[in-house]
C-alpha cells in the first residue's frame, strides 16, 4: 500500500503544481482581480473582455488585433513605431527607454516600483508579459 500512497501522493502534488501555474490572475497591491494572461497570450481585464493578446513571437495585439509593439528576444519593449520604449532584464528588472530602472518583478510575481513598494501580482505569468501590462501602457483603455 505504501507504493500506491506515494504514487498517489505525487500525483497530487504535481496536479497542485500545473494548477499554480495556470493562475495567471493580475492582481493590483490591494490583491484584488484586475485581468489575467492566458497561456495562449490573450489579454483580459477583470470584466474578462479581451483587451489585448501577446504572440509567440512577442507581437502585442491590441482588441482590435492591431499590432501595437513587441517583445524582442532580449526582452526590449517596443511600440508600434518599433522604437524602444523599455526592457525587461532576466533579472526581472524592468527599465524604461532611458534605461532607469521603473521597477521589478520577483520570481514569486510580485510585481514592485521603482520605489520597491508592492503595485501589484502577476503569479504565473511570463515576467514580460506581466512588464507590458504593468509598466507599459499597451492595454490601458
Known sequence: GGLFMKK??????LGMTTLSMNAQDLRNSSNSYIGKIESDGTVRNSSNSCI??????????????????KIDSDGTIRNAS??????????????NGSN???GKIESDGTVRNSSNSCIGY??????????????????KK
Open 122 to 139: 502577476a503569479k504565473g505569468v511570463p515576467v514580460r508579459y506581466a512588464a507590458v501590462f504593468f509598466f507599459f501602457d499597451f492595454f
Open 100 to 102: 532607469s530602472s521603473i
Open 52 to 69: 489585448g493578446k501577446i504572440e509567440r513571437d512577442g507581437t502585442i495585439r491590441n482588441s482590435s488585433n492591431a499590432s501595437i509593439g
Open 8 to 13: 498517489l501522493l505525487l500525483l497530487l502534488a
Open 82 to 95: 518599433n522604437s524602444s520604449i523599455g526592457k525587461v532584464e532576466s533579472n526581472g528588472t524592468v527599465r
